[in-house]
């Protein structure tokens, strides 16, 4: 007799797929960034990005290009250039992303009674 699962191999809601996808401290940003800047070299990106090591911005980059979200492309030149940018993917996480933003400063509000400072990334500006 063949052995049989029981479960399905995964069995996340796709909230929780998404959620992997562009949910951390980093990955959320390093959309947002790109989104107002459109394309970035690496050491502009890392210099946007503030309190961020080279390897984890590093893996984080190659989270989301695995995932489609991001696009790399390399010129062949002295000295190498590299730049990223969002693919249309990760363009249409962009107003989910400010959404939650936007909800976040209200609920901020009404739970801290203190408004959050513009987010310069995502474009939130706080009522």
Known sequence: MAY????ERDIRCPLEY???????KWKSRIICV?????VLR???LRRKMGNITDAVLAAALRELL??????RKSY???PPRVEYCLTERGWSVVPILQEICRWAGSY???EYGGSM?????????PH
């Open 34 to 38: 790109l989104a107002a800047k459109e």
């Open 42 to 44: 690496y050491s502009e």
């Open 108 to 110: 901020r509000r009404e």
């Open 76 to 78: 062949d030149e002295i």
């Open 4 to 7: 049989q699962r029981k479960l």
């Open 18 to 24: 998404g959620l992997e996808v562009f949910g951390g």
């Open 117 to 125: 400072a513009h987010c310069r990334q995502c474009n939130y500006e």
């Open 66 to 71: 695995a995932a489609g979200i991001v696009d």
